[in-house]
């Protein structure tokens, strides 16, 4: 592991919370964190830290459409066995009917 993601990671362990997909604040996050002298050094740290986390929330957001997609999926399901169910139901009542042997209105 390189040096950027190696520093990143020790800091994004320690405060994670005061980072966000914004990198100037990252920046100025970074300078009350952490004594960097190097400027260059400080912009790599804050860009990695600022790719990690909109990668998370991009993660994040994908995994949280999955999860809908499959609860609204299973919803789907359910009323299509359910309707089919009915279906069936409303099919043994016309059959009743339509057998005249076991049907009660045949025998009246």
């Known amino acids: ?3 950027i993601k190696r520093l990143s990671y020790e800091v994004l362990d ?3 919370s005061k980072f966000g997909a914004d ?3 990252n920046k100025k996050a970074l300078d009350q964190i952490a004594i960097i ?3 260059g050094l400080k912009n790599e740290i804050a860009g990695y830290i600022t790719k990690f986390i909109k990668k998370e929330t991009r993660e994040e957001k994908i995994k949280q459409s999955q999860i809908e997609s499959a609860r609204l999926e299973n919803f789907t399901l359910e009323e299509k066995i359910s309707s089919a169910e009915n279906d069936d139901e409303i099919q043994e ?3 009743a009917i339509s057998d005249p042997e076991t049907s009660d209105i045949a025998e009246g």
């Open 1 to 3: 592991m390189n040096r």
């Open 14 to 16: 320690i405060h994670k």
């Open 23 to 25: 990198f100037t604040d």
């Open 37 to 39: 002298r190097s400027k």
């Open 93 to 95: 009542e016309i059959d």
